[in-house]
């Protein structure tokens, strides 16, 4: 979690990922109803709502991968240096986000 207390998963939507999710709360979840606001089809609808439950799914996994734990830690203890940290944690970050199924 941030500091404001949004969860990392929310905080690393894109904009265009936060108005979907909006619309489709604002839609009672009805995928039928929001293909009519997105004037597009239902499975490309349901496409983008799976790519999303996948997106969240892999940044849940983030916060409790053992080797971003194990990252952090030998950061905090000072064997590694904190850009150093960073730079494994976000390239180990973007091979978790190919695991997102087109």
């Known amino acids: 979690m941030e500091e404001n207390n949004t969860p990392r998963w929310f ?6 990922e936060v108005a979907f999710i909006k619309n489709f709360i604002l839609s009672s979840g009805s995928i039928k109803d929001l293909s009519k606001t997105y004037s597009t089809s239902y ?8 790519k ?9 996994r983030k916060d409790n991968d053992t080797v971003v734990k194990l990252i952090n830690q030998l950061e905090e203890e000072g064997k590694i ?3 150093i940290a960073k730079t494994v944690v976000l390239e180990y970050s973007k091979s ?6 087109d």
């Open 96 to 101: 978790l986000n190919c695991l997102i199924i």
């Open 52 to 60: 999303l439950i996948q997106k969240i799914q892999i940044n849940e």
């Open 43 to 50: 499975p490309t609808i349901r496409k983008r709502l799976d």
């Open 11 to 16: 905080s690393e939507l894109t904009q265009e």
């Open 81 to 83: 240096d904190q850009d």
